[in-house]
């Protein structure tokens, strides 16, 4: 399995399109630090502090690098997705474009290998990408600004201090990793039915954009079936920046992803052990 996996991602890091993510990321990351710390901080400080009011005294300014990293997680993690499915939705069908699924499935390896090393190679491609983001938002702000307090804003304002902070980083990036895992999850198994990968890539999106919509819109009749949409958790890494933190919120959201994510392999598992390659 370890020789196949190491095939899979041969595969991967051999197409141009792989490195279409750590180049924006690359690029996006250094811009957006720029640029806040050139001036769109005083924005977001303003924001907090009018909405302490007279109940706060800000004396300096709240700009360091745990908060950049914070501000650039919130932003990019929404294009994200994007940049995953470029990679997912090609799995299976790089394949069927390449004309080589005869000779995959004729060598001496089982359907159930070649599911399972494809989907663990995404699960890889997903870990570098994250990591790599991981590097630039998080190391790099805390280089070039240092650390400090943090004061963010979800539905109320928390200041955590710079002892307080790590762990919550390092836990909300591991939740994302999570919830990404369930997006390139999504792009694989479509990708399976397919022979070009546009399809899976327009699809996965289309999916998440819609079931996204259908998380906020404010009818009841929505309320019964949120719990059950994916992308009512993907944003769930934010828990770890209130006080107290909601664990058993956060272990619920990661039982529904990972639900999702088991019953999505399976049914690409299902889908490629009975698939005709003759026709």
């Known amino acids: 399995m370890i020789t196949l996996v190491y095939i899979e991602l041969q595969k991967i890091f051999r197409k141009w399109r792989t490195y279409i993510g ?24 303003g924001m907090i502090t009018r909405r302490l ?27 994200f997705p994007f940049l995953i499915v470029l ?12 004309g080589t699924y005869r000779l995959l499935i004729t060598r001496p390896i089982s359907r159930f290998q070649i599911v399972t090393a494809k989907f663990i190679a995404g699960l890889v491609y997903t870990a570098a990408l994250l990591l790599w983001l991981f590097l630039l938002s998080f190391v790099l702000s805390i280089i070039l600004f240092g650390d400090g307090a943090l004061m963010v804003f979800i539905e109320k304002i ?21 919830s990404l895992t369930m997006v390139c999850t999504l792009a694989f198994t479509f990708s399976s039915l397919v022979e070009n990968a546009i399809g899976p890539i327009i699809t996965t999106l289309a999916i998440i954009i819609v079931f996204t ?12 079936f949120r719990p059950y949409f994916f992308t009512t958790y993907l944003d769930e890494w934010r828990l770890f ?11 619920k959201s990661a039982i529904v ?5 088991v019953g999505l392999y399976l049914i690409t598992l299902f889908l490629f052990i009975k698939k005709d390659i003759l026709t």
């Open 53 to 79: 009011g007279e109940s706060f005294v800000s004396g300096g300014s709240i700009l360091n690098g745990y908060l950049l990293a914070f501000i650039t997680l919130q932003g990019l993690y929404i294009h």
């Open 22 to 45: 750590f180049i924006a990321i690359g690029i996006l990351i250094p811009l957006a630090q720029w640029a806040l710390y050139a001036g769109g901080m005083e924005g977001y400080q």
């Open 213 to 224: 919509i259908l998380s906020f819109l404010p009818f009841e009749v929505l309320n019964s």
């Open 257 to 261: 992803i990972i639900s999702h994510i």
């Open 87 to 98: 990679v997912g939705g090609d799995l299976f069908s790089s394949e069927a474009t390449a």
């Open 158 to 178: 928390y200041v955590f201090g710079a002892d307080d902070v790590l762990w919550r980083f390092i836990s909300a990036y591991g939740f994302a990793y999570l």
């Open 241 to 251: 920046f209130t006080d107290p933190v909601d664990f058993s919120a956060i272990i």
